[in-house]
Every structure is written in C-alpha cells, then in structure tokens.
DNA sequence: GATGAATGAGGATTCATTCAT
DNA sequence: CATGAATGAATCCTCATTCAT
C-alpha cells in the first residue's frame, strides 16, 4: 500500500480528483502570482500568465479571486509568516553567547526565509510599495516592526550582559536588517540578471557580514567565548 | 538679469529663449520619467503622465523619445553618474586614515547621491531589473561595478596599511554597499508609505553603519588615529 | 395528508416526492426566469441567478433547457395564455349591454392577467422585441391579435346593437389595449422604482379608463342601461 | 464666398476639420448611441457597435464618455426635452375651447415628440428601468411629472370652464399619457418587428384616441364649439 | 440525474503610439 | 515643432456552456 493512501486516509473515497484540485487550485494559483508578481512586478504581469503557469484557464483563476488586485493582497497575506512568536519564544530560552544568538538567527532566517520563496515577498513589496501604500503599511506593521523588535532585543541582551559594545539601538537594528533585506532584493533583481558578474554566494555573503557586524560591537577584550571566530 | 538666465547657465548668450526650452525638453522629460518611474514602476506609469508632469502634451514625448522603453533607458543612461573618474582620482591623492576615507566617501555619497534623485535610480533598477535584463546589466557595469571596486581598493588599503583586519574582500565591499542600498530603497520605498511607524533619519543611520563597520574592520590596538570615534 | 400533496395535486398517488420534484423544475426554472427577464432583460439575467432563484445548480438549467436563448422562448410560450378560447365562448354567450361588457373584460382581464405575473410578460416582450422578433411576432400572432380580435367583436357589438356611436373600429381597439399596456408596462417598470411618486392604484386608474371611454363610446341618448355608470 | 464661411466666421481660419469633427463627436456618438440602446437595449449593445456607427473607432468613445454607463446616462441627459417651459407658456396664453388645446397638444406633441428620435427615449427608459432605478426616477422627475402636471392643468381647465365633465383629474391624466406611451412603445418594438401584421397610422391612430377621449369627457349638451369634431 | 469546477469566447476599458492640423 | 484627437492592440474580467464526478 503506498504511503499516500495511508497519510490521505479517507478521503480519497469521499472526494473525486476534481475536488482535491479545487482545494489545491488557490495555493497553486498563490504560488504561481507570488513568482509572477516578483519576477515583473503587479502591472507587468498578466493575469493570463499567472493562470497558466498554473496549469488552469484564465477563468479559473477569478473563480478563486475577484480581481488582479485582491490576487495580489492575497499573495501578501498567504506569505506573511507569523514566526515572530515561535522566534520570540527560541529568544527568551536561549542559553548562549548572544553572538551566537546572532549567529544562529541570520542562519536560521537565511533557511528559512531568505533561501525560500518567502524572500521574493519582500523584493515584492519593496518594488509596489508606491503603489500599495495599505499593503505595505500592513506588512510594515506585521512583519518588519515584529522582526526589527526581535532583533533590537538581541543587541539588547547583548549590551546589558555586558557582550557589546553600547550602541545606538534604535539605528543599530539596521546593522543586521540591512544585510538581510540587500541579499533579498539582489537574489530577485540583479543577481537573476547579471549572475555572472555578480557571483554572490549567499553563505559566504552572511558570513561577511556576521563576521564584521560581531567585531563591530563586541566589547574588545570582552569575555572571550564571544569573541568573532572564523 | 532673469533668474532662468541665471538657472539656464551660460548656453543663454548663444540661443534664444525659446529654443533654450526647446533644447531643455528632453531633461524635463527625463526628470519626470524618472519621478514617475521610481514612484510607480515602469509598467504603471502612463506616457500621458509623464509628458503632463514635464508640462508638454503627449505627443511630445514621442518627439524625443520613439518609445516609452526607449524613454526607460534614457533616464537611466541619463542618471548613471560619471562619478567615478573623479573620485578614483581623490581616492590616489587621499592622504588621511582609510577610516576617515570610508567617514569621507559615505558623507560624500549621501550628499551627492542618496540624498539626490539619483538614489531613486537605484531603486527603480532594482525593482524592474526583470523586466530590462539588459538595463539591469548596463548599471551593473557602469556603476555598480566601478562603484563596489572603489570600495574594494578603499578597504583593501586598510588592510594593506595595517589599519583594517585580513577580511574577506570580494565579500565585505557589502558591509559597505549593502547599508546604501538598504538605505535608497527605504527611502524610496516603504519610508514613504509608513513614514511615521519607520522614521529613519538618514544621518544617523549612515552615523551608525559607518561606527559599526569601522569597530568591526578595524585592528585591534592599532594605530590610534584610526580608531572609530563618536 | 401533507401539503406538498395537496399542492402537487393528484399526480402524487402514482409519483413519489423525489420524482415530483424534478417534474417541477422546468416549471420553477421557467417561474424564475420570468421574474428575472422582466426585471433586468434578457441580456442582463445571468442564468446562475435564474438557477438559483429556482434552488438548482447552474447545470441544471442547461439539463432541462439548451441554452439560455431557449430558455428566453420557453418562457414566452410558457406564459402565453390560451385563454382567449374561452373568452371567445363567453363573448358568444353574453347578454348584458356592450358597455357593461367592456366593464367586465376589462375587470377579468385585470384579475387574471393584468395583476399576476403574466403581465410581465408583455413588459419583457416589448422590451425585448427587437432582440427576438421571432418571438415578437409569435407574440403578436398568439396573443396579441387574438385579443385585439376579441377587443374589436365587442365593439363591434356596440355599434352594430346602436350602443355605441360607429367608431373607426381598427383603431378604436386601441383606445381599449393602451391603457392596459400602460398599466402593465408602468408596474413592472418606473412603478418599481419610483413608486412614492407614482402611486398608480390600478383599480382606480382601470375606473377612470374605462369611464372616459364609455362616455366616449356610448351613444348620447343612447339606451339608459348602457349608460356610463360611476 | 460661400455661406458657410460667411455663417463659421472666423472659426474656419483657427480650427482645422479635426477640431471640427471633435466638437461634433459626443453628438454622433449620443445619436448612435440612443438608436442602439433603443434597439437592443443597454446590455446587449456592444460598445464597439455604438462606435462603429458613429463612424469612430472603440478607442474614441471612452475618449468622450468614460464608460458605457456613463454614455447611457449622457444619452438620457441629452435627450430630456427641456421644452415644458414653453409648452407651459402657450397654456398660459391659449384662447380656443380646451377641446382645441387637446387636439393642439396632442399633434405638437407628435411632431416634436413622438415621431421624433426622442420617442425611443421613454422606450429605453421604460424597459432600463429596472436596472437604472436613478436615471428612472430622474426621468420621471424631469419629465414625466412635468408632463403630468401639464396635462392635468389642460384637463382642469376644461371642467373648471364647464367644457369637461368633472372627473377624477388624477387618473384622467392617463386618459392622454396611456395613449402617447403606448403609441411610443409599440413605434420601437412590435411595430418594428411585425409591420405587416401591425399596420400601426400614427396619425390615424391619435386620430382616433383623440376623438374618443374628448367624446368622453366633453359635457354632454355643453358648449357647441368644443364639441368634438371629425 | 444533479452538481459545480473549469473553460474560453466575448466585451469593456486602457494606453502607447500615430498623424493631421 | 507642438499638439491632442484618433486608433487598436492588449488586458482585465464576465458568463454561457461543458463535463468529470
């Protein structure tokens, strides 16, 4: 018996294949307007497009929403990811350096976030924002704010245990946003177009960072199990 | 004397008024496509808009431009600034740390570039570097190339006197690439839309790139006048 | 005994329910397209709205009828009545005074035709007429000459019994057939949508119709029965 | 010199045959428009067709009206006849026996109205009814009414000069717009549809409406000239 | 039979581009 | 040169109709 008849149980017998596409269909055609949307932007891309790549008619795809627009909030909200709170929890448990801390969370955010589709969200947002203006408010205030809060507590922790330097939290925030929200946009503009002349490898490119973020604030001759290593 | 005279510079001992605007046409043009641009996106904005905000009818465009693309590359071809003759020869006659160099050229940059429409530049080739392959790979060797070996020599003489740590080159001319462009995108971007919730103050975020990034480049104990201040 | 049994009648002691049922539904499809067709027109009824007027899936409709066009025709057949048959006898065997026949024709024609919905029949062919003159003239053929036919025997009646001054009878029957077309055009049309300004009480505006033309029709003088009466 | 110059004045030298032909553009395509609608309805009118027939491409239509809605309510603006004013004043100033004001009305009305394009105004309106209740009940203010309250005006001058006999003046009024609807209706639907079978003489058949209406409400034994006449 | 998911032809609307004035 | 009226290809979206379940 294969392993799909055991994991999809029941079902099968209650609904024909038609059905377990129509539930399939609004991820499909979610997935499909997220790489779209991405590659050429809200208005350059046809809804057409979208549907085919797809593998459904154009019909289809306003049986599932009303318009190009809510097509487009709906790839926004499918992709918010709310794992501030499983993050915020890992935070206030962690036992390590928070050098370390650091460390693990841009690992951590490039698995998960930066390598996966999630990214292009943010190319995503960045390049419509203008256009809009409710939108990225609305992933202003769900996702960056959330993130950038996380990360302020880090340095924080940082600061007080003594492990950092006392710096301009507020602005510091950026030091690590920054390089994040770069490998994002590089890895969904120019690094698509110009790969050749612009070899950037994401690893490598974090570590740079990580590595000259950590010797920026990490108090010289400070405890020395937060020391930058390589 | 008029204060277009005085605006419209020398040309105007030659020509008369109207052919002065005649020939100033193509750079209103140009001003406005790129407001545009930079605002909404290639694809949303319209020709007839473009033509308005530059105070000429539609037809007019197309006098000086075959195409709306045509008109894209304009404005790019238009913007890239040829900056970079003049400061690589200030970089050979620098004679200060290579700390207060990268303090320099990041205080230039801003006031030159960030601060400028330029930036929007940036930001418009990000977000339709998909769409213009082509453009996406013209920017990237005109300016960001020259731009990222600019940096690239400038850290590299901190090493090379001793004054920075061994890093990463290749990889750490994006501590320093990755803040600025970080920073036009907020400004074109989301800063616009959620300004109250995101009020960055590009002053002191470039304060706290350069503090971070000089205390995590520079060698420990070295000499003194190269130590990061505040 | 339930209901259902008394309203299906006596098809049900040889039908079970389910059975009953689906005789039904081209009848309520029929009774829903009806109402639909009157108040918006052909073109603007969705035939989803008409199945789900009827509780029935969008497929259904197209089980029982080929296409929306056919529909549209069913309904017009549907609803013309053959009742002019019977009128006819009637007419034949009437003994009252012509006038007081007008009263009555008119009176059933209001009861039974005027204020079901058969009068909106009328409305949606008229409205319709020049999209389906096939059906208009099956129209006119089936109903409307019939009745004009009928119309004009009992004028002709009046005249030929001295009750009635001698009239041009081909355009006479209209002084008859208007005001019912108004009346029935005017419910289903403005008297829908600005019914506080338009407070058409038919009964009334039956009387004063059929009052004028009575004083109109009736020989001054003439036989004291037949005289208008308020 | 040709009389046109003389009449167009300067206007030729300044304007060219295209500043012309703009001027007249919303006219032919009002014009066009008002036969479609009338003919097909408002839904079943492509907004191509309405273009075509005004000799202009699809594009050009939205250049003067920005959608199909928006075109039939133009078409209804345009065609309200603002002529109650006058037709209020030559009441006011009317000498003959109410009988004549009748027979004047009802022909002025013909030629100016009813056999003209604006006839196929109310047809359009009273089938759209239902899906334009604003532009119904617009109509029926601006019209309607006004017309009403003329008629009623007419009617109660004939009882109150003891012409007329005392009748219920409210509904009397549709003695007269019952037959004017009806002859407008049937002008833009049946009467297109099936002319053989319909041989409808306008002037015969207001003829004939006329002279059974006043026979109807002329006192009987009143005033000799307002007897009806034939 | 009944359903409703899927289709795609058709129609409204936009907008880059042309060209007569 | 400058204009803006006109065009029609391109795109969004609707809805009658089909058909697998």
Redesign the pocket.
């Known amino acids: 018996m294969s392993i799909s008849k055991l994991i999809g149980g029941q079902r099968d017998e209650v609904h024909?294949?038609?059905?377990r596409?129509?539930e399939a269909?609004p991820g499909e055609l979610l997935d499909a307007a997220l790489d779209l949307f991405v590659e050429k932007g809200f208005a350059a891309?046809?809804?057409?497009e979208v549907a085919a790549r797809a593998g459904?008619?154009?019909?289809?795809l306003?049986?599932y929403f009303?318009?190009?627009?809510e097509l487009f909030k709906a790839v926004v909200r499918e992709n918010i990811s709310g794992r501030f709170q499983e993050w915020n929890q890992e935070f206030a448990s962690f036992e390590g350096t928070t050098a370390d801390m650091v460390r693990y969370y841009m690992k951590v955010w490039w698995e998960r976030v930066g390598a996966s589709k999630a990214s292009g969200l943010t190319k995503l947002i960045i390049s419509e924002a203008r256009n809009f203006p409710d939108i990225a408010a609305f992933y202003q205030h769900e996702v960056i704010q959330p993130g950038q809060e996380l990360i302020r507590r880090i340095l924080q922790r940082g600061v007080e245990r003594g492990e950092f330097r006392p710096v301009d939290l507020d602005y510091a925030v950026y030091c690590v946003t920054a390089p994040m929200v770069f490998l994002m946009m590089m890895k969904h503009s120019l690094g698509v177009c110009v790969p050749e002349d612009y070899p950037l490898d994401p690893e490598r490119y974090i570590a740079a960072q990580v590595d000259t973020l950590l010797h920026g604030l990490i108090v010289r001759g400070g405890k020395s199990d937060g020391a930058p290593r390589k």
Not at 16 to 19: F, I, L, M, P, T
Not at 66 to 69: A, G, T
């Open positions: 024909g294949k038609r059905e596409r129509k269909r891309t046809r809804a057409e459904v008619s154009k019909g289809t306003f049986l009303p318009s190009k627009e």
